[in-house]
Every structure is written in C-alpha cells, then in structure tokens.
C-alpha cells in the first residue's frame, strides 16, 4: 500500500488545478471566495472556502467543476507527450514530464465526498426544483462510487486513461 500522502505529493499540480477550478467556478457565478488553500500536506491537501451559493445548480457545477476543467486540461497537456510516446514508440524526457503532468492533473478530476455533502445539502433545502434534484442524486451517488473505487486506484486509471488513452483514441480517429 502506498499512502495517500504520497500520492499526493507525487501529483501535486493535480491538487492545484483542482482548487482553482473550484476557485474559478465560484468567481464566475459571483460566490465570494473566503480562503483558499493550493497544496498542503495534510487532509485535506487543498480547499475552497466559499459563501453558500444562491442556487443548488450553482452549489453542484462549483463541486463537479474540477472534473470538467482536471479532464479537459489533463487530456491537453499530455497530448503532445502521450502521442509520440504511443504512436512512435520514443520520447524524450519532456514527451514524459507532459504525461506525468497531465496524469497528475487528471487524476484529481473527481470531485470530494466533501463536495458530494455540499451537494447533497444544496438539495435537499426548500425550494430546490424537482430537475434538480432529480439530476444531483444520482451525481453524488457517482462521486461517493469514485471516493470507493480511488481505494482501488480509480483515480490513478482515469489520469491514465485521459492521458495516454484518450489522445491515442483521437489520433486513431483521426488519422
């Protein structure tokens, strides 16, 4: 077993763009931000602490906005390294750092029970509508599955994946 705290520290950036993302999608629905931690060692290695939001919807795109923004920016910057590496057979030394990089970020796509809570407490207040509800529950059911399945390495298989399989499935398509 490797402990988590290593981990960590071995895919820091990965924890960065994830607290951004929450940073960024709080500034653009206009939730003030109170404090924000990047990196820490400890638990948890990042945060974001933000006012309630005005909206469930809000609450919920905040908490899964690091999925999308880990994903797509993963996928990117291992492109230009997973595709040499894959479809060559060589690489250089920066063709690896890419892929180390864009594993690391992607890899802390899923969002925290943590979020899964503020989800779920978003919907559950009076007023929230039915669609939303509707669409949250079964998204905090998928982020309690990830936070089980990251004991697995969940986690480490999606970073893989986004980053070495996904550029290698487009070039296939492709080309």
Not at 20 to 38: G, M
């Amino acid at each position: 077993m490797i402990p988590g705290i290593l981990v960590t520290l071995a895919t820091f950036p990965g924890v960065i763009v994830h607290e951004i993302a929450h940073q960024l999608f709080c500034r653009w629905f206009r939730v003030a931000v109170f404090d924000v931690c990047y990196f820490r060692v400890g638990n948890p290695a990042g945060y974001v602490v933000h006012e309630p939001p005005r909206t469930a919807w809000q609450n919920t795109v905040i908490a899964i906005g690091p999925f999308l923004v880990n994903s797509l920016i993963g996928a990117l910057i291992a492109a230009p390294g997973a595709i040499p590496v894959l479809q060559f057979e060589s690489g250089s030394l920066l063709d690896y750092f890419l892929i180390w990089l864009g594993v690391s970020i992607a890899m802390h796509a899923f969002p925290s029970t943590g979020d899964a809570r503020s989800m779920l407490q978003a919907v559950q207040a009076e007023g929230t509508p039915s669609l939303t509800r509707i669409l949250v529950f079964p998204l905090v059911g998928i982020i309690y599955v990830g936070a089980i399945g990251s004991f697995f390495w969940l986690d480490a298989i999606y970073g893989v994946f986004i980053a070495m399989a996904l550029p290698n499935i487009l070039v296939g398509i492709l080309a």
